[in-house]
């Protein structure tokens, strides 16, 4: 950990993220309002909204393409989106065009622009497990945060509640993993969209046929896919094969890790996607 870059950001996995957002804008013209509320709903149903004061100020860390902030912001009084990516950011700023109530921020983690004490709540989806350190980046929120705030963080998880035979089956795809993330940018993207239309659409769809003929699907992999758009797998094929940084954490890692940054009353939700979880400041 004394090794991390003093940004704790990887540049070439940000320029990667810089470049996945640029290409799946998340737009409503791509990304249906439905499945906007449903992935969003799975993320934050354990949020605890009640908690907030009126006029509430929060952050968004790693804001991509600003998909979520989209619906935070309106329930808020006023939203930081931060991201390490200009890119991204420039999408995010499209993407928000409409709100009066955010402002961006082009930094890494390591480098948040706010006051310590500052913030009424932080979320984090589906970023921090692409930092160099993990655990120094929910320090470094934890700080921004003032006591009793909460915080939603998602991040991979170790396929520590699933069985041997699936945990076998992700090492073997993160071998392709590793070889697709080294290629040049559009190699990267050719094949993770063979890998959308080869491996996600047909689980996705064999999912949902169980489904459909009364049994649970969700044992298979890639069954959280089973109601959504091609243009969800799409991204997130991309997403999941183009980042050359990936670490993944069981539960108790997370746990330990949210505690030490100074965050009690953890609670993890219970569904798809694992691990999702939200602290609050002590």
């Known amino acids: 950990m ?10 070439a996995v940000a320029a990667g993220f810089g470049h996945e ?10 990304f249906s309002a439905d499945d906007r509320a449903a992935i969003f709903e799975s993320y934050f149903h354990i949020f605890p909204w009640n908690r907030l004061p009126a006029s509430a100020v929060g952050m968004d860390v790693g804001c991509g393409s600003g998909r979520w902030s989209v619906m935070v912001a309106p329930r808020v009084g006023h939203l930081h ?34 006051p310590d004490g500052s913030l009424d709540f932080a979320f984090s989806l589906g970023v921090l497990h692409h930092v160099p350190d993990t ?12 006591p009793g705030a909460p915080f939603l963080i998602y991040l991979y998880y170790a396929l520590d509640n699933r ?7 992700w090492k073997f795809s993160n071998i392709f993993r ?3 993330s080294s ?26 046929l169980v489904e459909r003929l009364g049994f ?25 094969f183009c980042t050359r940084l990936e670490q993944r954490f069981t539960r108790v890692q997370i746990g330990d890790m949210l505690t030490a940054a100074g965050f009690q009353d953890i609670r993890f939700s219970e569904r798809v996607p694992y691990w999702c979880a939200v602290g609050i400041k002590r």
Request: proline residues 7%; positive net charge; charged residues 20%.
């Open 163 to 169: 069985p041997a035979w699936y945990r076998a089956l």
């Open 135 to 146: 655990q120094a980046a929910i320090s470094e929120i934890s700080t921004k945060l003032k």
């Open 81 to 114: 989106l931060l991201d390490a990516s200009a890119d991204a950011l420039n999408v995010a700023r499209a993407n928000l065009a409409a709100a009066k109530n955010v402002s961006f921020h082009h930094a890494s983690v390591g480098e948040l622009p706010l």
């Open 216 to 240: 649970s699907a969700a044992a298979l992999p890639l069954e959280s896919y089973k109601h959504r758009a091609f243009y969800v797998m799409r991204t997130d094929a991309y997403d999941r």
């Open 21 to 30: 957002w640029s290409t799946f804008r998340q737009g409503e013209d791509a």
């Open 2 to 11: 004394t090794d991390r870059p003093p940004s704790n950001v990887d540049p």
């Open 183 to 208: 290629l040049p940018e559009k190699p990267r993207l050719w094949i993770s969209q063979i890998i959308a239309v080869f491996v996600y659409w047909p689980l996705a769809r064999l999912a949902a």
């Open 178 to 180: 590793v070889v697709i």
